[in-house]
């Protein structure tokens, strides 16, 4: 698989989604160390998420691959550090390489893997390849999945009829049972039906039943806490979980004192829901902000989103996240 | 030279061959299924209602408890009466017969002691029973492996007010089972099972519910029409009788045919989890889940091997008879005896069915969404509930108390004779070719060469 190719100035939700990302990192690594650690994940052609990582956190151990050999090749010229590797090769293949890749850097013991998958076609692969490298996995380490949860990759590209045709009791079962004859054991046997707004709990609940499948085969009693469980939508609708792995004698935690976006379980998602603004519009805001979101959207004197109650929820998501708000501005270079 | 002196060895069997060894001949989830298993024969022997009837058990239910701290199955289905008591606290059961002219499939008398002896260090269970109550405990020293003592305490009471029942207690497990029971995907994969397993009897009013949660029978639905002269997508449907084992066999699709894109993605890795293949079931229980070997047919007897184009083919074989030691079933309760005659029988029917529908995929194919307005006249049923093809429109079958109805099935409007044209070329050449014929680099590679062809088709036909 390859990563996507849509840059993230086309994709705020996504951005704020992996600043927030490489906060929680910055909240972990210490714990150990950021040497220790080696950043594994498909980089695109740009490698901009390694730049980050190596900027903000310090860890100076970055892996790329891609099944791609020509992305490869561009990943190399675009290498933020010359200790930057970039090899082909497909997430398929990347648990059996994992201890591999660890070893090609001096004194790194723990890992950061973001499996970043995409294609809505590929559920059941991703999950069995999310659970094979959980199973390597080690204490310390921390893992990243985010999936396609677009609710028409469901229902016939969002054929009203269709859950008819299939003599289902209802959308959300027909949605269901879809899913079930998708990826079979790994979703909650409970699950009977998805409402348009649940699918991305119903991939977590598989992502979790994927990784106590992972603990149990692991033979090496890990746990995986959730510490971060997001879901935007840019274009189409995505979910990430970000799991840390620790065991009963190598104990690693994320304080939930600390770090405010801690799940309270696997369905607490977080919606990241970034209005379109002008600077204007921001700068505004930003001088209301200890206003009621009812009474800046009030203050403002129009809607930022269809309806009012939706502009509320804009301006309420805005003000959780606005220190991850980007601000993207034309430059000449 | 010294004399013989005779002299006698003990031959019996040990405590620590059925409290450590016969444990491990068994999966934990598979353990538990037998408990269930346990709870319907309970039902099978209580209810009032004929065991062919739409629901003869509605209203009997188990209910487990699967925690870290304990295990715990309790069932509303009659208790254990004075008369099987011994038998059943015995390790193996000295009379077959027990259950007469009931269905049960339980025949070994192992399956309870097993199941707690996998999980606990202590166990109990209790019993409520129309002519009295009674608990049994396995303490810890009893279940020591080196212990020799087999007696085990009971203690018995009258009759309890509430209803008749068993309750086996495990609340001190093992370790290691204790860890699977906090484990989710232990418990997810626990409930499928007991849903696939026990679907056709929760279709006929039992229910499970494990934690609180009330499960929901899976069964098998494949594409139907009623009967008439047309060719229409219908199954394959076979009844018949052999040595008292009722036979019914049905083979057909369960969705519209694989898609060939589908079929190149799933030589890669698997694309999706839908149970295809041929399922076993045992006076409605079943044994065998979507196999898709040479044990139900496929790649034999004419019949192609199992390949992911016949992804849309499944079938159910049911077997029917009050007398258990007749049915294809091994001692696990959920193991095949396929050496069996009666299976034997059973599997000429499902090659025949598999047969007619692999035919019928290959007619299809390359054009497989031709047959999809096939699929649109006709409709999923249930097949054990709903379809009685054999019985009201078969005809017999020579040299066998059976009927057998064979669809007469659609064919493709072009009968030409298709050849499958297959090649490969590098991934940058098939992405270039796809942007010169489509303004898109990402197409099908298969779209890509069939537009190739095309085009050229007419080039040489001008």
């Given amino acids: 698989m390859s990563a996507s190719t849509i840059p993230y100035r086309l994709r705020p939700n996504k951005f704020i989604d992996r600043e927030i ?77 994992l201890d591999q890749i660890v070893s090609n850097f001096d004194n790194a013991a723990n890992v950061v893997v973001w499996l970043d998958y995409t294609d809505p076609n590929q559920r059941l692969e991703q999950l069995q390849e999310t659970a094979a490298v959980a199973m390597r996995l080690q204490p310390g380490d921390i893992l990243r999945v985010t999936v396609n949860t677009h609710i028409p990759t469901l229902d016939e590209n969002g054929d009203s009829g269709a859950w008819k045709a299939a003599g289902a009791e209802s959308p ?20 009977r039906a ?41 274009g189409q609708r995505m979910t990430t979980a970000t799991v840390i792995v620790d065991s009963e004698d190598h104990p690693f935690r994320a304080d939930s004192k600390t770090w405010r976006f801690m799940p309270k379980d696997w369905m607490d998602v977080l919606e990241i829901s970034a209005p379109d603004l002008s600077l204007r519009e921001k700068y505004r805001i930003d001088h209301e902000i200890s206003k009621s979101s009812a009474d800046i959207n009030q203050s403002l004197g129009f809607p930022l989103s269809e309806t009012e109650n939706k502009s509320i929820a804009a301006i309420e998501s805005y003000k959780m996240l606005r220190r991850y708000y980007p601000s993207f501005h034309h430059t000449e270079a | 030279m010294t004399e013989e002196t005779p002299a006698e060895l003990f031959g ?19 353990a538990i299924l037998d408990l269930v298993d346990n709870c319907i024969d309970g039902a099978m022997r209580t209810t009032s209602a004929a065991l062919d009837s739409d629901k003869p058990y509605a209203g009997f239910r188990a209910d487990l408890t699967v925690t870290p ?60 029973a129309d002519d ?82 009330d499960l929901v029978p899976k069964t098998l639905g494949l594409y139907t029409s ?76 004419g019949v192609p091997r199992y390949h992911p184009q016949f992804r849309s083919i499944a079938g159910l074989i049911e077997f029917r008879s009050n007398d258990a030691e007749k049915l294809p079933i091994s001692t696990t309760k959920r193991g095949l005896d396929a050496g069996s005659d009666v299976y034997f029988a059973a599997r000429k029917a499902v090659t025949e069915g598999l047969k007619t529908f692999t035919s019928f995929t290959n007619r299809f194919k390359g054009i497989e969404s031709e047959a999809n307005e096939f699929f649109a006249k006709s409709a999923r049923s249930d097949v054990k509930t709903t379809i009685r093809l054999a019985q009201e429109h078969g005809t017999q079958v020579r040299g066998a108390n059976a009927k057998k109805y064979v669809p007469v099935l659609p064919e493709p409007t072009n009968k030409e004779s298709r050849k499958r044209i297959s090649f490969i070329r590098p991934d940058d050449e098939v992405r270039a070719v796809s942007e010169y014929l489509f303004q898109d680099s990402g197409q099908q590679p298969s779209i890509v060469g069939a537009e190739c062809f095309d085009r050229f088709l007419k080039e040489a036909r001008k």
């Fill in chain 1, 21 to 97: 990302f490489v906060d929680l990192i910055n909240h972990l690594v210490p714990q150990r160390g950021a040497s220790e650690y080696v950043y594994i994940s498909m980089g695109g052609m740009h490698l901009v998420d390694h730049s980050i990582v190596y900027r903000r956190t310090g860890i100076p151990n970055l892996y790329s691959f891609d099944h791609e050999e020509k992305t490869v090749r561009r990943q190399n010229f675009n290498r933020p550090l010359e200790t930057v590797f970039c090899e082909q090769l497909g997430s398929d293949q990347l648990a059996s390489k």
């Fill in chain 1, 172 to 191: 959300g079962a027909y949605r269901c049972e879809r899913l079930r004859a998708q990826i079979g054991e790994y979703l909650p046997t409970d699950l």
């Fill in chain 1, 194 to 234: 998805i409402a348009e707004t649940g699918f991305p709990s119903a991939m977590l609940g598989s992502i979790s039943v994927t990784l106590s499948k992972a603990s149990r085969e692991s033979g090496a009693g890990l746990n995986f806490q959730p510490v971060l469980l997001t879901s935007y939508k840019d």
């Fill in chain 2, 12 to 30: 019996g069997p040990t405590k620590r061959f059925f409290v450590s060894m016969l444990t491990r001949d068994i999966e934990l989830d598979d």
């Fill in chain 2, 69 to 128: 701290e304990k295990f715990e199955i309790s069932d509303n289905c009659g208790g254990i009466p004075s008369d099987y008591i011994e038998e059943a606290f015995q390790l193996g059961r000295p009379n077959i017969k027990k259950d007469g002219d009931l269905p049960t499939v339980g025949m070994y008398g192992i399956g309870m002691k097993r199941a707690i002896f996998k999980m606990g260090k202590t166990a109990t269970v209790f019993s409520n």
């Fill in chain 2, 132 to 213: 009295g109550a009674f608990h049994v405990d396995y303490s810890a020293q009893w279940l020591n492996p080196e212990n020799t003592e087999w007696t085990l305490p009971i203690s018995r009471q009258g009759r309890k007010n509430g209803d008749n029942g068993v309750r086996i207690l495990v609340s001190d497990l093992k370790d290691e089972i204790s860890k699977a029971f906090s484990n989710k995907s232990f418990l997810n994969r626990l409930m499928a099972g007991i849903q696939d397993h026990f679907g056709y009897l929760m279709q006929k009013g039992f229910e499970v519910s494990v934690n609180g949660v």
């Fill in chain 2, 226 to 301: 009623a009967h008439s002269g047309e060719s229409e997508i219908r199954p394959f449907d076979y009844s018949g009788l052999f040595d008292s084992v009722e036979i019914r066999v049905t083979v057909g699709f369960f969705r519209a045919l694989v898609r060939e894109a589908e079929i190149d993605k799933e030589t890669e890795a698997p694309v999706d989890a839908e149970a295809a293949g041929i399922s076993v079931v045992c006076n409605d229980r079943v044994i065998l889940l979507g196999d898709r070997t040479i044990k139900t047919g496929w790649g034999d007897a």
